[in-house]
């Protein structure tokens, strides 16, 4: 039990697990019209994303507990941000409803494939995903804090290439795993075992 509670003691899955435990907090401000608190909550938790997998990475730390985890913390948060935006930035939802849906659609549907194939969350942590998640950051930040919408747009548009790409990797694999860069790396390592098992 006290080696359980070691492995997910680590300072990257207490990162995730506060991001899980913002979500709460941020609903709360967003009920109580504090958008500044709203943001502010958003900010840390998108640091502790960015955090949560830099130190699993440099202290070693790197395990499919923590990915999954990783994972939750994600879908939590994101799941939290359009009632959020709803209830404190409605002119948003008003504006931007069709891209806020096509952003839902597709995060959900590549974690959806994954857990039809694999009953878990997508983490494969690809680098358009990571690319994508700070661009969302910034897009955000920039519409809901100042009014400017097309780095938003920009974001949603990639975050649909990389939903596509989360949704090849998934159909290609036999059996999940997490850490792969891109569909790319896939195709080239299942080449090479391909030739393996030729020779």
Not at 31 to 46: H, Y
Not at 57 to 74: A, H, I, W
Not at 150 to 161: G, K, N, Q, Y
Request: glycine residues 6%; neutral net charge; proline residues 3%.
């Amino acid at each position: 039990m006290i080696r359980g509670l070691r492995r997910f003691s680590t300072v990257p899955n207490l990162l995730s697990l506060l991001r899980i435990l913002l979500a709460p907090l941020m609903l709360w401000s967003a009920i109580e019209g504090q958008k500044t608190l709203f943001l502010t909550l958003l900010t840390i938790a998108w640091l502790s994303d960015w955090l949560d997998g830099l130190l699993a990475r440099m202290t070693d730390q790197v395990s499919s507990f923590g990915s999954k985890l990783d994972s939750l913390g994600d879908l939590v948060i994101y799941m939290t941000l359009p009632v959020g935006i709803y209830l404190l930035w409605p002119e948003v939802i008003e504006d931007e409803a069709y891209t806020i849906l096509a952003a839902l659609f597709a995060y959900l549907t590549a974690h959806a494939a994954a857990l039809i194939k694999f009953r878990q969350l997508a983490g494969y942590h690809m680098w358009s995903a990571k690319f994508t998640a700070a661009l969302m950051a910034v897009g955000l930040l920039l519409m809901l804090g100042m009014g400017i919408h097309w780095p938003f747009r920009l974001a949603v548009a990639c975050l649909l290439l990389s939903a596509c790409e989360s949704i090849l990797i998934t159909l290609k694999l036999d059996a999940f795993r997490n850490d792969i860069p891109t569909v790319f790396h896939l195709k080239r390592e299942n080449r090479a075992q391909s030739h393996m098992t030729d020779d």
